[in-house]
């Protein structure tokens, strides 16, 4: 009788232990196929939701397009918003090849956004902090007409990275720091004569070669290939004084003396620093020219060695004669 009750005992363990099994196995497949379903789900969701949209302003103005006349650059305001009730991810970049003589970029200022790399920036959902970026977006178009550059803008999910598209391209950071030289050089707006192999000069009827130095407005001349120096011209006029009364040299002149004078009542004088700014050991060709071409000192030009000179024929030649801004500060 208990040979009985212990094999009826052991053969219900048995039994509870099989379901048991049998249950957890069956609730570890359950449980899959319904993580299987749930992501599936969710992918099915971002599909839907994958179809979003953006707002781009430029200048306040719904447009993709930035136009700037010929011979002129030009700062753009452009605001990039998420106009979805959802965080999304998205990209800025214009498209297409530039033309020869045009150039796109970005200025990197206080209060404003860097744009995003290539795998795009999260912007917030509409209407919360963070749904929208500002850029300042600079153009710069050297060339006789004008010109227009179409932006393209990307959109997908948060947690996806983008691509450009084949002909989409980042815009490069404008840097508007560095030396004079740097400076000058690297600003497209710029066009540079390298005829001269110990100077290179700035041409054209409106480069941007201002600088502003001790109260006063300058341009940019030309760049000593040597010692990277850069000669400027003042943008106004300085004096009204006598040049001399018995002679039209420059060396030993009234007008000399002025400019050299380190006194509070001459020019160099006046300048901020100029121990710091001014290569005070230049040397200037001060003979008379003609047809634009500069007598070296062997053919008996007249060399000069000071801080502050004047220009000659031949610098106003290579900076473009009549086609250059020079004319204009001569009128």
Same mark, same amino acid.
């Given at each position: 009788?208990?040979?009985?009750?212990?094999?009826?005992?052991?053969?219900?363990?048995?039994?509870?232990?099989?379901?048991?099994?049998?249950?957890?196995?069956?609730?570890?497949?359950?449980?899959?196929?319904?993580?299987?379903?749930?992501?599936?789900?969710?992918?099915?969701?971002?599909?839907?939701?994958?179809? +979003?949209?953006?707002?781009?302003?430029?200048?306040? %103005?719904? /447009?993709? #397009?930035? !136009? $700037?006349?010929?011979?002129?650059?030009? @700062?753009?305001?452009?605001?990039?918003?998420?106009?979805?009730?959802?965080?999304?991810?998205?990209?800025?970049?214009?498209?297409?090849?530039?033309?020869?003589?045009?150039?796109?970029?970005?200025?990197?200022?206080?209060?404003?956004?860097?744009?995003?790399?290539?795998?795009?920036?999260?912007?917030?959902?509409?209407?919360?902090?963070?749904?929208?970026?500002?850029?300042?977006?600079?153009?710069?178009?050297?060339?006789?007409?004008?010109?227009?550059?179409?932006?393209?803008?990307?959109?997908?999910?948060?947690?996806?990275?983008?691509? +450009?598209?084949?002909?989409?391209?980042?815009?490069? %950071?404008? /840097?508007? #720091?560095? !030396? $004079?030289?740097?400076?000058?050089?690297? @600003?497209?707006?710029?066009?540079?004569?390298?005829?001269?192999?110990?100077?290179?000069?700035?041409?054209?009827?409106?480069?941007?070669?201002?600088?502003?130095?001790?109260?006063?407005?300058?341009?940019?001349?030309?760049?000593?290939?040597?010692?990277?120096?850069?000669?400027?011209?003042?943008?106004?006029?300085?004096?009204?004084?006598?040049?001399?009364?018995?002679?039209?040299?420059?060396?030993?002149?009234?007008?000399?003396?002025?400019?050299?004078?380190?006194?509070?009542?001459?020019?160099?004088?006046?300048?901020?620093?100029?121990?710091?700014?001014?290569?005070?050991?230049?040397?200037?060709?001060?003979?008379?020219?003609?047809?634009?071409?500069?007598?070296?000192?062997?053919?008996?030009?007249?060399?000069?060695?000071?801080?502050?000179?004047?220009?000659?024929?031949?610098?106003?030649?290579?900076?473009?004669?009549?086609?250059?801004?020079?004319?204009?500060?001569?009128?």
């Amino acid at each position: 009788m208990k040979k009985i009750l212990l094999e009826t005992s052991f053969s219900k363990i048995y039994m509870i232990i099989m379901v048991i099994i049998t249950l957890l196995i069956l609730g570890g497949y359950f449980s899959y196929a319904m993580f299987t379903v749930t992501k599936e789900k969710e992918n099915a969701i971002s599909i839907v939701t994958g179809n +979003l949209t953006y707002k781009l302003l430029v200048d306040d %103005k719904e /447009t993709n #397009t930035l !136009t $700037v006349p010929s011979n002129s650059r030009k @700062d753009f305001i452009v605001t990039l918003s998420n106009p979805n009730n959802r965080v999304g991810r998205f990209n800025f970049y214009y498209e297409g090849s530039l033309p020869e003589g045009v150039d796109i970029g970005y200025i990197e200022k206080e209060g404003v956004n860097t744009p995003p790399s290539s795998t795009g920036i999260n912007l917030e959902k509409v209407d919360t902090t963070g749904s929208s970026n500002t850029y300042i977006v600079r153009v710069s178009n050297t060339t006789e007409s004008e010109i227009s550059i179409e932006l393209g803008v990307s959109v997908g999910l948060d947690y996806n990275d983008l691509d +450009l598209p084949s002909d989409g391209h980042l815009l490069r %950071k404008i /840097t508007s #720091t560095g !030396t $004079v030289k740097e400076v000058i050089e690297d @600003d497209i707006m710029n066009r540079l004569n390298y005829d001269d192999s110990e100077q290179t000069f700035v041409t054209g009827s409106n480069p941007n070669n201002y600088i502003w130095y001790s109260g006063k407005l300058w341009r940019a001349v030309s760049i000593d290939t040597s010692d990277n120096f850069v000669k400027l011209v003042t943008q106004w006029n300085i004096s009204t004084i006598s040049y001399d009364n018995n002679s039209t040299n420059f060396e030993d002149s009234y007008m000399e003396s002025w400019l050299n004078d380190t006194t509070v009542d001459g020019f160099l004088g006046n300048l901020r620093s100029p121990e710091k700014f001014i290569k005070l050991d230049s040397k200037w060709n001060a003979s008379m020219v003609s047809d634009g071409k500069l007598p070296s000192e062997e053919e008996g030009g007249t060399i000069v060695e000071d801080a502050v000179g004047l220009l000659n024929l031949y610098e106003y030649t290579m900076s473009g004669s009549s086609e250059s801004y020079l004319l204009i500060l001569t009128l």
